[in-house]
């Protein structure tokens, strides 16, 4: 034996080395082409090509056709035997010799010497058994692609992708924060006066505007707290700082109010214990104030957003590098880029198998300046239509927006 067939050649099947020819078929004798139900048998297609090229020499091009149809019929007659329960009759006294070129003369004989050497009956399976074996197969194929679906959506994260030092540091301080500033729930709540529809008067209007604003002053104070608790936030330019506070501070307590909404009870509670439900929106002009902050609310339950996420998205509203008019605006790029890509890694990290979730949360990024912009152009409207009713808190938070 030669020693480098031991090493660096793959095995190679007796049925499939064909250096001494194929190996016979033990029923008929043509090329095996691999064990079937334990005895090494043939395709049988070979024996009809000297009829073919003899019969259809115009139709050449037909071979390969029927190879394949003549090999998958002839593959089949053993099983298929078993599976129908077929009955055959031999017409010369069950004395048929059997090979490649009479092996379809008699049914019956070759059937008998299928049986004779050794293939195996019970290997056959039946109609039960074959859906079982399918449905096997279909489930592994089924897993095998979850499995690569998982590999593709769902890699080995990079070194750019896992958190680092700084960035846990930079999620730390925001978070601390965030829930520093953050309002304690009111011990007792009472819900907005209800006020007549049919007939609206300017007193109404003008106490719910005025207790929406003693509503949110308290919250004012808590993100101008929040944002001197973002690192970096301080150094930047004094009047980018407050520039910033009054583009987000809107956006942030929408953000903080949509958490406090209870889906079951359709109601908002503000930080000062007034509720108000979704039912009275329309009753008063206020109520396009607070619409879209239930809208808003609903789609932000379906992120189920832990502290630090929430904490993460205020931050990124606060430092928004495009805000009109900044002067410094590069400072401020530099410091959302840093909150930004610590928020993604953590996301990364917390969510490996939520591709599309860092996403959607950039998109409540852009759901809560598009109501802040609504806002300011109710507040622009409700000024119009009574100047003396809109509370200053109002028009100073909103000043930017409704001068233009």
């Given amino acids: 034996m030669k020693k480098k067939n031991l090493y660096g050649v793959p095995y190679i099947p007796s049925y499939m080395d064909l250096t001494n020819g194929p190996e016979p078929c033990v029923v008929c004798g043509d090329a095996a082409t691999g064990y079937h139900y334990r005895c090494m048998t043939c395709e049988g297609c070979k024996v009809y090509k000297p009829v073919l090229q003899t019969h259809t020499k115009d139709y050449f091009f037909l071979e390969p056709y029927l190879n394949f149809a003549i090999s998958y019929y002839e593959k089949g007659f053993f099983r298929r035997t078993i599976q129908k329960e077929l009955k055959y009759h031999c017409k010369w006294n069950q004395n048929c010799e059997i090979d490649k070129t009479t092996r379809n003369q008699c049914q019956e004989c070759r059937f008998q010497k299928c049986v004779r050497v050794g293939m195996a009956t019970d290997l056959v399976l039946n109609e039960k058994q074959r859906k079982a074996k399918r449905k096997l197969i279909e489930d592994n194929r089924e897993r095998k692609r979850d499995e690569v679906v998982r590999q593709r959506t769902s890699p080995e994260p990079n070194d750019y992708e896992v958190l680092n030092d700084n960035d ?209 152009e109710r507040v622009l409207c409700a000024r119009i239509d009574s100047p003396a009713g809109i509370p200053p808190l109002f028009m100073e938070m909103f000043k930017e927006n409704t001068s233009s």
Avoid at 208 to 223: D, F, G, H
Wanted: glycine share 4%; proline share 4%.
């Fill in 168 to 376: 846990k540091k930079m999620i730390d301080d925001i978070t601390n924060a965030y829930n520093n500033s953050s309002i304690k729930s009111h011990p007792s709540r009472f819900m907005m006066p209800q006020f007549d529809s049919k007939y609206p008067n300017q007193s109404a209007e003008i106490a719910a505007w005025q207790q929406l604003a003693e509503a949110m002053t308290p919250s004012i104070v808590k993100v101008v707290e929040f944002a001197k608790g973002v690192p970096g936030f301080t150094q930047l330019n004094v009047d980018d700082q407050i520039l910033l506070l009054k583009s987000c501070c809107m956006e942030i307590m929408c953000l903080r109010a949509a958490r406090r909404y209870e889906p079951d009870e359709q109601i908002l509670v503000l930080s000062n214990g007034m509720t108000i439900h979704k039912s009275q929106l329309n009753h008063v002009s206020v109520g396009a104030l607070v619409e879209p902050i239930f809208e808003f609310a609903i789609g932000l339950a379906k992120l189920s957003l832990d502290e630090t996420e929430v904490s993460l998205l205020a931050a990124v509203l606060l430092m928004q590098s495009d805000r009109t008019g900044l002067k410094d605006s590069e400072s401020v790029e530099k410091l959302q880029d840093a909150i930004l890509g610590a928020f993604k890694r953590y996301i990364t990290c917390k969510r490996p198998h939520q591709p599309v979730h860092w996403a959607k949360v950039l998109m409540k990024v852009t759901d809560l300046r598009t109501i802040s912009t609504r806002h300011a």
